[in-house]
């Protein structure tokens, strides 16, 4: 949860369903927009009646008032159907505060009108809430849940993948139907669900599909392809997420998939080494960038598109799928005991094959500590 900022007077008016720093602030899942002001030791929030009593359960470090209550005030006062920053303005006056700090996806109509009842309202530079990149131990452990929530649905697919068989056009077939993109993203997601997360959009990619790193994935899966799956869930509870992908064949990989697939679980071997702390993220991803090219994999446009590793090598985890830091070439982030980061090096070539493998690990003030225990297997 949020901590003091006596002198920040943060105004946010979203609703924490889908605004992760409500949700950081308040703790609490709310899924209309409502008020959140940051004055003093003790944050307000304005909420709706129905809102109120369980607030106060879960909410208990922020001072709860009721929505209903501030429009009766204003009205006694003579306001005639007081809008969202009438009420905004009523909790500014009551701390003698006539300035907030906002995101820049704050509701442009409430600032404007904010502005009319000269309130100074000012854009806040830099990341919003910065807490929210350190993460202390109980929001670790959220995220570790949400991983095995991942693993959970990944174990699923690579089960189904081990128990389909293969036609003699060399598509799979599981229970005497095509084996499709679609039909293993179901199983990934059911599995998910019954463990708690939510997942949308999880990638099951395979063969040329696979290059473009964030295709879905559709129609039916081959054997002796590599076939990228990755899975990013989100803790129907807690709202963190986990995150993790691994390449499957089904059957027998080319040996040129073999070196692709050993090249990358080497550069991500790599990249967990350099996970120290104080270390610019922009070196640890040049540095995966320049092994690649050592062995061959220069990244580089070939017929119009894209080969190589052309993406970021991780990215920050937590209440959103990507968060600071950002681990990709010019990056100006720097690793700090308490992040958590994926990492994710990949090798795309849509005429041999891709392959990409990703991790989740915690920075400490020593060695990383990587959070995913799930297996690296290529071939089932």
Sequence with gaps: MITPMSRDNLLMVADSEHNADMLYAVGMFVPDPFIFLALGRRPVIVLPDLEVDRARRLARHCRILSLSRCVRRLERSGRHQPDIAEVIQQVLQAHRRRKVLVSPAFPHGIAQRLRRLHIKVKVKKGPFLPQREIKRADEIKKISAALTMAEVGLAEAIQVLRSSKIARNGRLQYRNLPLTSERLRTVIEVAILQAGGFAAHTIVAGGAQASEPHEHGHGALRAHQPIIIDVFPRSQKTGYCGDI???????????????????????????????????????????????????????????????????????????????????????????????????????????VGSVRLEDVALITHSNPRNLTKFEKVLEV
Excluded: W
């Design 245 to 351: 992908t691994r390449t499957i064949v089904r059957g027998r990989a080319s040996e040129a998939v073999r070196r692709l697939y050993h090249a990358v679980s080497r550069a991500q071997s790599l990249a967990l080494s350099l996970l120290r702390s104080h270390t610019p993220c922009e070196m640890v991803h040049r540095s995966v960038q320049e092994f690649f090219s050592s062995e061959g994999y220069k990244t580089r446009r070939h017929n119009g598109r894209l080969q190589g590793f052309f993406h970021g090598l991780g990215h920050g985890l937590g209440l959103e799928i990507h968060e600071s830091p950002r681990i990709g070439p010019g990056s100006a982030d720097t690793l700090l005991p308490g992040h958590v980061v994926t990492v994710e090096p990949g090798l795309y070539y849509p005429d």
